[in-house]
């Protein structure tokens, strides 16, 4: 089916055609005529499926009539996101589909000075993206007027009722008008997303592209068995390869993302880094050059695991591996994005096995097991390591203490080895 099929105004057409776009996505296909004729919609779509052409080619559609009308006044359509990054996506992805319209959008997020983004609201938008928090905040101080409002999306509705944004949005939908679209998307329908779909939308079309927990096909999987100390320099090594050309790696912590990025700088790997911590700036800067090739690997924490929209990254590897299956999926959708062939790896110590299996039970898959060819994986001590340092401790002084627990015995001081005396009679003997 051709987007033309759609009934979408010809300027959303031509840009459409000039992003390359040949034909919709399956959640395209399905959510774009519904959406069109009315129906609150909630689909369930995984990642990378291209569901923000779903949901907003159809409200630039209805923008661009009411512009013909001479009516396209007031903010007409409310998207949310749980993050910055989405959020900021989603408004390129508006300004790339609606290049040929007059339309006004804002950009409404936390982290960096509300003055810009309040200046930009006083000149009058007609669609909003925002994460629920800062939106929150203009709300409270009324800069805010929601009365004509037809349309409000709710993406990746999931994530941000994980992130605790529940209260945010309920006091968000009440000062909008009851008769308006609902739009939720949602990589997975758990019970509390179900129950926000049950609250806030009215009599919803609902579609489900692909299986909840699967991976795109488009992407390969598989699993290094590799004790923790080795992470690092089998990174270095698989980072050599050729194929490795923009690559994302997954950390749980903060900390491990500052720690395992100077370790590949000390190995001359470009690279950056992304999490929380990091001021606004910092965070679009590292994103952005790590699209534009600048770095062949960035480094992040779950921060970018959903939703965020890197092109032709080669490779997701998971140097952590996540705790959530839902998560993992998450991580890995960043790769083998629009039909593109995708890598996803993940190194998996003894000590997250369990882990594993709870995955691969979800998948309903076993991961191809893996070994690089060459290197050591019984390696003792590779220095520096990109593992946390062993916490400070003497390990023979803490066997002492154990030992003295156990027999209520006082810990000895700490003596050195004394030198062994060779008992005299034996000296010389043969
Ligand atoms: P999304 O799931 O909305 O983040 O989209 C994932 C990627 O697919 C983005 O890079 C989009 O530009 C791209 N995309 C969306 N729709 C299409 C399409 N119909 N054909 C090719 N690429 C698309």
Redesign the pocket.
């Known amino acids: 089916m051709p987007?033309s099929k759609f009934g979408l105004e010809t300027e959303i057409l031509q840009a459409?055609e000039k992003?390359?776009?040949?034909?919709?996505?399956p959640?395209?296909e399905r959510s774009i005529p519904m959406v069109m004729k009315g129906h609150d919609l909630i689909a369930i779509?995984q990642?990378?499926?291209?569901?923000?052409?779903?949901f907003v080619l159809p409200i630039l559609h209805r923008l661009s009539l009411l512009n013909r009308e001479r009516e396209l006044h007031g903010t007409r359509a409310l998207i949310l996101a749980p993050t910055r990054e989405l959020v900021l996506?989603i408004a390129e992805?508006i300004a790339i589909y609606g290049q040929h319209l007059p339309i006004r959008i804002a950009a409404i997020y936390g982290g960096v000075d509300e003055e810009a983004q309040l200046k930009t609201l006083r000149k009058g938008v007609h669609l909003i993206v925002a994460t629920p928090g800062r939106l929150m905040d203009f709300l409270d101080q009324q800069k805010l007027d929601f009365h004509p409002l037809e349309t409000l999306v709710l993406d990746e509705a999931d994530r941000m009722l994980h992130m605790g944004f529940l209260p945010d949005i309920e006091k968000i939908i009440s000062a909008l008008p009851q008769r308006r679209q609902t739009l939720m998307f949602s990589a997975t329908f758990s019970k509390e997303v179900e129950s926000l779909a049950r609250r806030f939308l009215n009599q919803p079309k609902m579609i489900q592209i692909g299986n909840r927990s699967e991976a795109a096909d488009t992407v390969s999987q598989c699993v290094y068995e590799v004790q923790p100390h080795l992470k690092g320099p089998l990174l270095v090594e698989l980072l050599k390869q050729p194929k490795f050309k923009r690559v994302l790696v997954f950390v749980r912590m903060k900390d491990g993302a500052n720690r395992l990025t100077d370790f590949l700088r000390a190995a001359q790997v470009k690279v950056t880094k992304l999490h929380s911590s990091r001021t606004q700036e910092q965070r679009q800067k590292a994103l952005q050059d790590f699209k534009d090739g600048i770095y062949q690997v960035l480094v992040a924490t779950d921060i970018v695991a959903r939703?965020i929209?890197i092109?032709g990254v080669t490779q997701v590897i998971n140097f952590d591996f996540p705790v959530n299956p839902e998560d993992y999926v998450h991580r890995v959708g960043r790769t083998g994005?629009?039909?593109h062939q995708g890598e996803a790896i993940s190194f998996v110590p003894k000590g997250d096995l369990n882990l594993l299996g709870i995955t691969e039970l979800t998948l309903g898959q076993r991961l191809v097991r893996k070994k690089l060819r060459g290197f050591d994986y019984f390696a003792k001590s590779p220095a520096p390591s990109a593992e946390a340092p062993p916490a400070k401790r003497d390990w023979r002084k803490r066997t002492r203490e154990m030992e003295a627990k156990k027999s209520e015995k006082p810990v000895a001081p700490k003596t050195p080895w004394p030198k062994a005396k060779k008992p005299p009679g034996k000296r010389g003997k043969k």
């Open positions: 987007f459409v992003a390359g776009y040949t034909r919709p996505t959640v395209q779509a990642t990378g499926t291209g569901k923000t052409a779903a996506q992805n939703g929209d092109d994005r629009a039909e």
